[in-house]
C-alpha cells in the first residue's frame, strides 16, 4: 500500500512532453527557488542528446548576474559529473536508451548543483558587503571591546548557531545578522534566531538587518523570531534602545 501511495506521489514528475528542445521531463531536483529542473532529451544520430537547455544559468541569473561566476561554477560541475558545456546548457549524450536514465540523473543533478553553487557565493558576497557596513555602524556606537564578530552561540536544541555580531550595552544583548533577499538567507536566519535565547536575567536584542527589499512572506517569517531592521535606521534604533526610548526600524 506505501508503495503505490509513493508511486502515485511521484506520477506527476514522469510526465513527458515534446517540445522544439526535446521531450521535457521534470525531475525531483531542485533550484534555489525550489522550482524542479526540467532535463530535455532529444535524439542525436543513433542516441540521445540530454540536456537542461540553459536551466541552471538561468536560475542563477536570477539570483545575481555574474557571468563570470556563473561559468565558473558550470565549469567545476560538469566535470564534477562528467557533463558537457554546449553554450549555455549542460549536455549528455547517450548511445542508446539502456544510457537515458543515468544521463538525464547527471544532467539534473549537476544543474540544480550549478545553481544552487552560484547563488550560495552570491548571497554570500552580498552578506560580506552588509556586514561591512553594519560593522561600521556598530563602531560609532559602542566601544570596539563590546563588539564580538561571528559569535557562537548553543541553541535550545543543543546546535551552536554563528551570528555576525553580539553587542553586549547598557544590560543589552545585540545578536545581529545580515540577512539578503535570498531564500538560503533567510532560512539560515530564521533557523539561527528561532533556536537562540539571551542568557539568564539578559535582555536580548535580535535584529536581522538588511539593505535589499524582502519578500512579504520572508518578512513575515523572520518577524516571528526577530526585529526586522532596515539598515539605514539601524543606528538610530540601537540608540533609542540604549536610552530605553520605543525603537522604530523603518
Known amino acids: 500500500m506505501i508503495c503505490k501511495d509513493v508511486r502515485a506521489a511521484l506520477y506527476s514528475y514522469e510526465a513527458c512532453k515534446e517540445t522544439e528542445d526535446g521531450a521535457r521531463l521534470t525531475t525531483h531536483c531542485l533550484y534555489p527557488s525550489f522550482e524542479p529542473v526540467e532535463v530535455f532529451v532529444a535524439r542525436y544520430g543513433s542516441g540521445f542528446r540530454v540536456h537542461d537547455a540553459g536551466g541552471a544559468v538561468r536560475a542563477a541569473w536570477i539570483h545575481g548576474r555574474d557571468d563570470a561566476l556563473i561559468t565558473r561554477m558550470l565549469n567545476r560541475y560538469a566535470g ?122 539578559a535582555g536580548a536584542q535580535k535584529y536581522a538587518v538588511h539593505d535589499r527589499p524582502l519578500e512579504p512572506d520572508d518578512v513575515s517569517l523572520l518577524q516571528q523570531v526577530a526585529d526586522i531592521v532596515p539598515f539605514r535606521a539601524l543606528e538610530l534604533g540601537i540608540r533609542r534602545v540604549l536610552s530605553h526610548e520605543p525603537s522604530r526600524f523603518s
Open 80 to 201: 564534477r559529473f562528467h557533463v558537457k558545456i554546449v553554450g549555455d546548457s549542460l549536455v549528455v549524450e547517450a548511445i542508446d536508451a539502456q544510457w537515458l536514465t543515468p544521463a538525464i540523473l547527471a544532467v539534473a543533478n549537476a544543474s540544480a548543483a550549478v545553481a544552487a553553487a552560484a547563488v550560495e557565493h552570491i548571497v554570500a558576497a552580498s552578506e560580506n558587503l552588509l556586514r561591512e557596513k553594519i560593522f561600521g555602524v556598530l563602531r560609532d556606537v559602542f566601544p570596539l571591546p563590546d563588539i564580538a564578530k561571528d559569535y557562537s552561540i548553543r541553541g535550545k536544541s543543543g546546535k551552536k548557531h554563528s551570528f555576525d555580531f553580539s553587542v553586549h550595552g547598557n544590560h543589552q544583548i545585540f545578536l545581529i545578522d545580515a540577512v539578503t533577499p535570498h531564500h538560503i538567507s533567510i532560512a539560515a536566519k530564521y533557523v539561527a534566531f528561532s533556536d537562540v535565547v539571551a542568557p539568564s536575567g
